[in-house]
C-alpha cells in the first residue's frame, strides 16, 4: 500500500466530510421544506452555481472514463469535447426558461413542470420514471470511479474487505446529503474543483515534460487511434457516429434529473445564462484530460509490469491512476486521487437528491399521498436519498461493474426520450400531452430495441439510409423518430378535436 | 407577470444566431480530421477542437453580455 499516499487522501477525505456537515448551517433554511433540502433554497449565485454544475457534471468517472476512451480507442473518445462545447448554446438558450417557469410555479423537478404546462400527469410520470432510471446507474457508476483509485492507493484485498473503504465512504456521504441536502455537494464541490484544475494542469506540464513534448506524446500513439478511420464507400462511417454522439449526448446532459436540479438551485435565469459562457473552462480541463489518455500510451504504461494488476482489474479505466503514480510523488498522489474521490461523492450527492425530489414530488405526493404536509414531503425525500444510495452501493458490490456501464449506456438513450416534453414544451404550446406520451414511448421502445441489437456494448447503431450506412448514436435516432411522432399526433389530435367541438356546435 | 421570454423582441438580439456557428463546425467532422496543421506538436483534430471550446464561449459570452440589458427588469433577484 502507498502510505504517504493514502494518507494525504484520508486527511482531504475527512476534512471534505466535516465541510459536508457544517454546510446545513451554509445560508441557513428550514431544512423541513423540499424546496430548503432539495434546491437549496434556490438562492445559488454565479460563483456557487459554476462550481456546482462543474462538480455536478465532470464527474469522477468523467474524469476516469474519458482518457481511459481515448487511451483504449484513440480519436472517438474526443467526442467529448464537441459533447461539451454543444451543451452551452443549448443551456444558453432553453434552460433559463425552464428556471423561470419553476420559480414562478413552485416546481421542483422537470416532471413537475411537464405535468402542468401539458395538464397531464402521465406524461410527468413518464418523465419521472425516465429520470429515475437514468440517474441509478448513474450513481453506480461514480463508485465505479471511486473504487478505481481506492484500487490503484494500494487496497488489494478481494471480496467484501476490499470493499470496506467504499463502503465507509458512502455512508458518510449517505449522513451529510441526509443533513445538509443539496447545501453540502455545493460546499465541497468548492474544494473539488480547485483540487482537480491543480492535478489536471500539474500532470498536463509534468507529463509532456518527461517525454519531451507534445510532440513526442503523439509520435508514439498508433497512426490509426491518430485520427478518425475515413469513411468507406457508402458509409458516412465514424463521421457521422462522432457528430451524433456529441450532438445527442448534449441535448441528453441537461435534461438528467442531478442537472435540473442543479439549475434551478439557481438564484436567477441571468446566473443560468452566466454560467452557460463561464463553464466551458471545465470542458478545457475536459479536453486536456483527455490527451492524459494518449500521454498513457506514450508512456507505454500497459506493459509496465507494476501497474499489470491494476489493469488487469479495471481495464483502460486503470490508464489515468496508473499515470499518476508513473510521474507524480506519492504525497501529490494522494491529492490527485482525492479530488477523483471527492469528485465522485459531489455528483452521487446530487443524484441522489434529484432522484429523492422526483420520487417524492412526482410520485409520491402526485400519485400516492396528494394530502402529506411540506415537512412529510421533505422528509420523504431525505429517506428516498438513503434509499437510493444503499441500492447504488449493493449494485456496484454484488453485481458485475459492465451491467452499471450498460445500463447508463441506456439511461442516456431513455433521458433524451424526454427532450421533447421538458425542452420543446417550452416553447411550443400546441404540442399535445398524450402525444408526447406516445412519442416518448415508442423513441424507449426504438432506442431500447437498437441498443439490444448491439448486445448493450455499444451505442452506436448502423442505421441505412437510402443504402447509406449512416451509423449513429442509437439515443439520437430515437429521438428524433420520437419528435415525428409528438409533431404528427399533435397536429392530429388538434384537427380531429377542431372538428369534434365543431360538430357537437361547442366550438 | 411575464418572463422577457414571453415577449418576442425582449432582451433577444440577432447574436443569437451566432450561438448555430459552435453546430455547424463541430458537426462537420470531415472538415477537421485531419494531422496538419500541427500546432506544438499537437495535431489539428485535436487543437482545433480545443479552440472551438474557447471560441463558443466567446459567442455565448458576447450574445450574454449583448442581451444582459433586455433580462436585467425581469429576471428577478439574485447577483
Redesign the interface.
Known sequence: MNLTATLIFALIFVSVTVLGFFAARWRAGDLTQLHEWGLGGRRFGTFVTWFLLGGDLYTAYTFIAVPALIYGGGAIGFFAVPYTILVYPILYLVFPRLWTEARRSGHVTAADFVAARFANRWLGLAVSLTGLLATMPYIALQLVGMAVVIGALGFQATGLAGDIPLIIAFIILAAFTYTSGLRAPAMIAVVKDVLIYITVFAAIIAVPAALGGMSHVFSAVPAAKLLLPVPPAASLGSYSAYATLALGSAIALFLYPHSVTAILSSSSAAVIRRNAAILPAYSFVLGLLALLGFMAVAMGLGTRPEFAAGFARFGTNYAVPALFLAVFPSWFVGIAFAAIAIGALVPAAIMSIAAANIFTRNIWRAFLHPACTDAEEAGIAKLVSLAVKIGALFFIIFLPQQYAIQLQLLGGVWIIQTAPAVMLGLFCRWLNGWALLIGWAVGIGWGTAMAASLAFKAAVYPLTLFGTVVPGYAAFYALVLNLVVSAALSLLFALSGRRATALTGEG | ?K?P?DTPSGGRTRL?WL??A??AA?????SY???EP?L????F??WY??L???V??A???L??HR??EG??ES?????
Open positions: 407577470m418572463a421570454e443569437r450561438l448555430l459552435p453546430f463541430m458537426l462537420d467532422v470531415g480530421n485531419r494531422i500541427a506544438a506538436g499537437i495535431p483534430f485535436y477542437q480545443l472551438w471550446i474557447l463558443a464561449a459567442i455565448i459570452f450574445v450574454y442581451e444582459r433580462h436585467r429576471d428577478g433577484g439574485g447577483p
